[in-house]
């Protein structure tokens, strides 16, 4: 039975909840291929625009912007780096930063006195190592203070282009929800997805999974009768209410109605 097209007007199909069968197992690995690249096309109509939400007009800014993202929100390190970008331009400039000056600067970001460490250590590193300027492999990114696996790949797809998938805390939730893998470890979802999709894809694919986290296959509470991939995912109704007026109340972003039609229903 096929699925759909991505972007039809025409009311979804659903299945019953729990009946889809990778919900008990009943998938098969070139079952759960196409499922992953079907579910990856059906998130493009959906997010067009996906894209790295930090602000940033060069590799530095956005190594600096993903560092200061840990634990708090992309919009909360929007509203700082405007300052601290001007303030301090380049990693030299970071590397002979003043510690204090730097603290007060990202204090809105939470973790400050580390964070500060991080950005202070960042610049040092690269003045000694790189020639002040942001490394594009993945061994020397994850090699710099306060970078790791996820931020590496941040830096990798959206500053130099190279296909990384950006496993964070949405990712991590929504590829299990539709049973793409069982794992927990990041490298190892890394891994399993990376196995899935066609690696050209890999950046956007983040891009579109973390988008549709935020948007409406959220933690507590999934939007799932209001969902353009229910018909795709074995978690329909159990991650959150199936019934499509209770489930578009909580779809609240600026593309709702885009969102809703999407699904096959009105805004
Ligand atoms: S909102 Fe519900 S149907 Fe949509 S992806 Fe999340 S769990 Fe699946």
């Known amino acids: 039975?096929?699925?759909?097209?991505?972007?039809?007007?025409?009311?979804?199909?659903?299945?019953?909840?729990?009946?889809?069968?990778?919900?008990?197992?009943?998938?098969?690995?070139?079952?759960?291929?196409?499922?992953?690249?079907?579910?990856?096309?059906?998130?493009?109509?959906?997010?067009?625009?996906?894209h790295a939400e930090l602000d940033y007009t060069n590799p530095l800014e956005l190594l600096v912007a993903t560092v200061l993202s840990a634990?708090?929100?992309?919009?909360?390190?929007?509203?700082?780096?405007?300052?601290?970008?001007?303030?301090?331009?380049?990693?030299?400039?970071?590397?002979a930063a003043d510690r204090a000056d730097v603290?007060?600067?990202?204090?809105?970001?939470?973790?400050?006195?580390?964070?500060?460490?991080?950005?202070?250590?960042?610049?040092?590193?690269?003045?000694?190592?790189?020639?002040?300027?942001?490394?594009?492999?993945?061994e020397d990114l994850v090699d710099l203070p306060g970078v790791g696996r996820k931020t590496a790949h941040v830096v990798r797809g959206n500053a130099f282009d190279h296909p990384g998938i950006t496993v964070d805390t949405h990712f991590s939730r929504l590829v299990r929800r539709w049973g793409l893998?069982?794992?927990?470890d990041p490298v190892k979802i890394e891994r399993a997805v990376g196995d899935l999709i066609e690696k050209s894809e890999w950046t956007m694919y983040s891009h579109r999974v973390i988008w549709h986290g935020r948007r409406i296959c959220h933690a507590r509470k999934a939007a799932c009768g209001a969902c353009p991939i229910a018909y795709d995912c074995p978690s329909y109704g159990v991650a959150g209410p199936?019934?499509?007026e209770d489930a578009a109340a909580l779809i609240t972003s600026p593309d709702r109605d885009h969102l809703l039609a999407l699904a096959g229903l009105d805004g």
Do not use: C, W
């Open 1 to 50: 039975m096929s699925s759909p097209p991505a972007g039809s007007r025409t009311p979804a199909r659903r299945r019953a909840v729990g009946a889809h069968p990778a919900a008990h197992g009943a998938e098969t690995d070139l079952g759960r291929t196409r499922r992953a690249r079907r579910i990856n096309r059906t998130l493009a109509a959906a997010y067009p625009d996906a």
């Open 71 to 95: 634990q708090t929100t992309d919009v909360r390190v929007n509203q700082v780096t405007p300052a601290l970008f001007k303030r301090y331009p380049t990693a030299a400039a970071y590397a």
């Open 103 to 138: 603290e007060r600067l990202i204090r809105p970001t939470g973790f400050y006195r580390a964070k500060a460490g991080h950005l202070i250590g960042l610049g040092e590193a690269l003045m000694a190592r790189h020639d002040g300027q942001v490394p594009e492999a993945l």
């Open 181 to 184: 893998t069982e794992e927990k």
């Open 242 to 244: 199936a019934d499509p």
